[in-house]
């Protein structure tokens, strides 16, 4: 499994793969903040600070919403779209964009 940090609430939980952010955010009880849920208004934007490569990759919607910040959002991704692709490594993400 997955290590993954929300080190905004300094939680570090083992997650399988194809799970999503959101999901790992709801079941801690992170204070991560979610609206749509699917990707149209950006509430649960999060900065990946390490692990990116263990994310599934960037979907159409996501690119799309992301453009909306505008500026580098490489680091950049929403929860409620990117998803654990692997089986092992660790990502740590932060909510402070």
Known sequence: MVSVSL???NIRVKVPKGKTLRQVAATT?????FG???????TCVA?????????????????KALEILG???SQ???M???????????????YAV
């Open 7 to 9: 080190q905004d609430d």
């Open 29 to 33: 009880g992170a204070s991560m903040e």
């Open 36 to 42: 749509c849920r699917v990707g149209d208004c950006i």
């Open 47 to 63: 900065r990946v600070k390490s692990g990116m490569i263990y994310l599934s990759e960037k979907n159409e919607k996501e690119l």
């Open 71 to 73: 500026g580098n959002v």
């Open 76 to 78: 950049l991704r929403l």
């Open 80 to 94: 409620c779209q990117c998803y654990v692709r692997c089986e092992e490594g660790e990502i740590v993400i932060s």
